[in-house]
């Protein structure tokens, strides 16, 4: 039987090269053939041994997305959902997750450049096993008036071996802008005003602004603050067509009362 001895670990950080010295000491007993014992000690021999770690070097595919292009509008969100692409490693051992998890960093194609607000970012999905490139128009750090296309690089690493080159995917996405709506301008009812004007008496005009102690018709009062929740209200702004802030009186909501007497 020839002598052998194996190296073997489970931690990929001891990828290396390494020196390996054997020494070995020969004893032949004096019932062996001789009249006393002899032992003598070869030479050393001294080897390298080479620890890889396949996780360092193995190809990681490419992601293949379910909806591309993506096209999303503002006041809403799009998902595009795609398998966590797999690799050499766990391919070749019929494995998932051999070299662990992996990270996907998402950046504008044009330049490189991160995303501003992440308004586009890789989260698990809600379906078992799958992940999903999550996009949110809300975010996005500047008016949507017009639509505006992106293509999106993802990067895909292992999270422990990030000397790994990775993969690059790509994507196509689209935001879009949402109509206008001033549906959502509240107003505040104002104060009711009473006028006494005596018979024959010379006409009273009665202004939206008061003059003195004079009774006037104060105007009712807006308020835009649903501009910060409701995504087609300030959408009017956005678009360069701001909703009227002013109010005015339909005829019908004058009314006279005589009195008594």
């Given amino acids: 039987m020839n002598p052998s001895f194996e190296i073997y670990s489970s931690d990929g950080n001891h990828a290396a090269d390494y020196s390996v010295t054997l020494k070995n000491s020969i004893s032949v007993n004096a019932n062996q053939g001789q009249g006393s014992t002899t032992t003598f000690t070869p030479s050393d021999v001294t080897a390298t041994i080479t620890v890889t770690n396949p996780c360092l070097l193995t190809t990681i595919s490419t992601i293949t997305f379910d909806t591309t292009p993506l096209l999303v509008t503002k006041g809403s969100t799009g998902t595009s959902t795609f398998t966590p692409p797999s690799d050499g490693v766990d391919t070749d051992n019929k494995l998932t997750g051999l070299c662990g998890t992996k990270t996907y960093t998402v950046v504008n194609n044009a330049d490189n450049t991160a995303l501003t607000g992440s308004w586009a970012i890789v989260r698990d999905s809600a379906t078992t096993g799958k992940k999903e490139l999550f996009v949110n128009p809300s975010l996005f750090p500047e ?12 990067t895909t690493k292992f999270a422990s ?13 689209t935001l879009k802008p949402t109509s206008c709506s001033c549906a959502a301008m509240a107003w505040t009812q104002p104060t009711i005003q009473s006028v006494t004007v005596n018979i024959a008496a010379t006409a009273k005009v009665l202004g939206t602004t008061q003059s003195g102690s004079d009774p006037y018709f104060p105007p009712p009062v807006s308020s835009d603050a649903a501009k910060a929740t409701n995504t087609q209200f300030n959408a009017c702004w956005e678009l360069g067509t701001p909703c009227t802030t002013t109010g005015s009186y339909a005829t019908a909501n004058i009314k006279y009362d005589p009195g008594t007497g």
């Avoid at 071996?161 to 996405?173: A, K």
Wanted: avoid cysteine.
């Fill in 143 to 154: 008016a949507i008036g017009v639509d505006k296309v992106f293509v999106l690089k993802i």
């Fill in 161 to 173: 071996w990030s000397t790994n080159t990775g993969s690059v995917s790509t994507i196509s996405v």
